[in-house]
């Protein structure tokens, strides 16, 4: 059976509709920066006109593609506008701003650095203070997500001066929400391997949060005033967060069930996918686990409306691990096998190994002992191939210990690996088939209920007096849990100002003349041009000959050559900004490293860790302790090197 013709992207449909005037077949078009190449060359040899005409084509082609959620087309579209050039100042700080979104979303951060100090440089040339503030405001945002959060609270607090300066109530609500991220991400990096328990932080790190809370009360109080309902729900949702590292689980469970109200209220189905995780999250440390579920599944199935399948692992790994409390193994079984399914369908190699993992204790915990050697061998294997070294020493150790309490060695296990392997994949094969079929989770499993703590310890040699170690345990590490997963700030939903660097950027559209963008090609466009940049503006601080994509005309030269004092300005925010761009070239041109091997299917900040510390600490009472064991002696594990904790 023949194929149909290749439907066009719409960065194809936008060449053809650009560059071609008409409708193209896929075959008969180049790669995008080819076709895009050409057409700017063409248009350099055409008169002003038409080159002012071209560009702003390119840069409205490049909006309408970043706002369809092709950054990567519409980045291609802006730059070609760049290379055309303009002469119209307030049309190339647009473009400049819009490029370090699209930048931004495509986590090139050092692009996106580069374009919006190139928008403040120009905002500050034509005298465009509320321009000024915002562009500040991007780089606060964009230097946050560098971890220079110094750097970024000062272009934060000086987007905000401006925006009281100028009256500016929507820009000031912006500006002291971000202040609250930055103080919010920063007391999220002081709390990474931070290891006192929620409440007791160091003071640095409390001052520090506290701060947040403090912005992000500002903010609330501001979009209140101005019945900015969407802004409130993400206040809500950053308090409850914030609250949340601060350990007042009760004020983070408050403040997230408004965001849920809110996120109804929209019909924001991803904002509220995450309040229930929040939510689920926070009380966990509660102790109030069957509620907790209940949140999960909910995280679970808005997951799967929203064919979300990265969520939807999160969710079953985060349902797995809390049966896993609950000490319904079967359950956890279950949703652990579907945590496996996803991962391996997403090829992301290190969230199969955390199934793994898991997995091999759940079967331990039931007394099967040959499935968990079959998951830690698994486990042991997926670590070698991706580097893992210390999840790879605690798998060994793991793999060893049930070897040992088998009694077999690896010989033995050479001939009935594939057993194993066999049993593995049908219950792999089973949770498909249910997965598809749309059973509800867990039915297919017998329900185990909540076994008693204090017969648990007893089957494991201990004392009952100990049944606060394992809770007490699960607090102390889930103080350096953070929450990306949790607030996602990457793309604007519904109608939402992204909490990310295009979050006070307007259209191009609302920044030029309608006249211009809806007959840019007639005669009118250079009187309009010509016109708009007719005054002559007093600030002349900064030097613009390295501006890419500006053409300087007598129409705009005007303000771009002052009569008066050529001297740079003295302030210290300009001083900063044109230090710390001149310095660390290396950190401006790539993206932070990242922080260990990344699991797209386990929540970023891995927030149950604590239960693989927790049970790799116990790996004798818990994984190969066989009953007519339990009176011989035994000498206590060294703690392994953190296995897949992030």
């Known amino acids: 059976m023949a194929s149909g013709p290749c439907p066009l992207t719409g960065a194809e449909r936008a060449v053809c509709r650009l560059v071609h005037r008409g409708p193209r077949p896929h075959a008969m078009l180049r790669p995008l920066h080819l076709e895009l190449q050409v057409y700017v060359d063409k248009t350099r040899t055409k008169r002003k006109h038409r080159m002012e005409a071209s560009c702003l084509e390119l840069a409205l082609e490049g909006e309408r593609l970043c706002k369809a959620g092709d950054f990567k087309g519409g980045t291609a579209f802006f730059e070609a506008a760049v290379q055309v050039g303009t002469e119209d100042l307030k049309t190339l700080s647009a473009i400049y701003s819009q490029l370090g979104n699209a930048y931004f979303y495509l986590k090139e951060y050092g692009k996106a650095l580069e374009y919006h100090k190139h928008d403040l440089t120009l905002a500050r040339t034509i005298g465009d203070r509320i321009g000024e503030g915002k562009a500040s405001g991007n780089l606060g945002n964009t230097l946050k997500v560098l971890g220079r959060f110094d750097e970024a609270v000062v272009c934060c607090q000086r987007h905000l001066d401006i925006s009281q300066e100028q009256g500016d109530k929507v820009g000031e609500a912006r500006a002291l929400y971000n202040i609250g991220n930055v103080c919010h991400a920063k007391g999220k990096q002081q709390l990474w391997g931070c290891t006192q328990e929620p409440g007791d932080l160091p003071p640095d790190v409390r001052d520090t949060l506290r701060r947040a809370t403090g912005f992000y009360e500002m903010n609330l109080c501001l979009v209140k005033e101005l019945g900015d309902r969407a802004a409130q729900g993400r206040a809500y949702g950053n308090l409850g967060n914030t609250h949340y590292l601060l350990g007042n689980f009760v004020e983070a469970i408050k403040f997230h069930r408004q965001r849920l109200s809110i996120a109804k209220e929209f019909g924001d189905k991803a904002a509220e996918r995450r309040a229930y995780s929040n939510l689920g999250n926070a009380l966990i440390f509660l102790g109030q686990f069957n509620t907790a579920t209940e949140y999960y599944r909910k995280t679970l199935q808005l997951s799967r409306q929203l064919r979300d399948q990265v969520m939807e692992a999160q969710a ?20 652990h096998l579907k945590h496996l399914y996803i991962a391996q369908e997403l090829t992301d190699r290190v969230g199969e190994g955390r199934a793994c993992w898991s997995l091999g204790n759940a079967y331990v915990s039931l007394g099967n002992h040959k499935q968990a050697l079959h998951y830690a061998r698994k486990h042991l294997d997926i670590c070698k191939e991706i580097g893992d070294r210390n999840g790879e020493l605690t798998a060994r150790m793991n793999v060893e210990q049930l070897m040992e309490a088998l009694g077999v060695n690896e010989s033995d296990l050479s001939p009935s690996s594939s057993e194993f392997e066999m049993q593995g994949n049908t219950e792999i094969l089973v949770n498909n088939i249910t997965h598809f079929q749309g059973i509800r989770d867990g039915l297919c499993l017998c329900r185990t209920r909540l076994r008693c703590l204090s017969f648990l310890f007893q089957k494991l040699g201990r004392d ?17 849990r953070m929450d990306d997963q949790r607030c996602h700030l990457d793309e604007p939903q519904n109608g939402d100002n992204g909490e990310g660097s295009a979050n006070s950027m307007p259209s191009l559209n609302e920044m030029i003349d309608p006249a211009i963008t809806t007959s840019p090609q007639t005669e009118e466009l250079f009187d309009l041009i010509a016109s708009s940049q007719s005054r002559r503006l007093d600030d002349q601080r900064v030097n613009v000959g390295n501006l890419p994509g500006l053409r300087i005309t007598h129409n705009n030269l005007g303000h771009l050559v002052g009569e008066g004092d050529h001297q740079e300005p003295s302030d210290d925010f300009f001083n900063m900004l044109i230090k710390c ?29 604590l239960i693989q510390r927790v049970q790799a600490k116990r790996m004798d009472e818990q994984r190969v302790q066989l009953p007519d064991d339990q009176d011989s002696p035994q000498s206590p594990d060294p703690e392994p090197p953190g296995g897949f904790s992030s």
């Open 464 to 480: 009952p007096s100990d049944e606060d170690c394992f809770f007490d345990l699960l607090s102390k590490f889930q103080s350096s």
């Open 316 to 335: 079953c790994y985060s349902l797995g691990n809390t049966f896993t409390l609950l000490q319904q193994y079967e359950r956890a079984i279950d949703y």
């Open 581 to 609: 761009q001149s310095s660390r070239i290396d950190d401006q041109r790539c993206s932070p490293p990242e922080a260990g091997p990344h699991a797209p299917t386990v929540p970023d900040e891995d927030f149950f860790s």
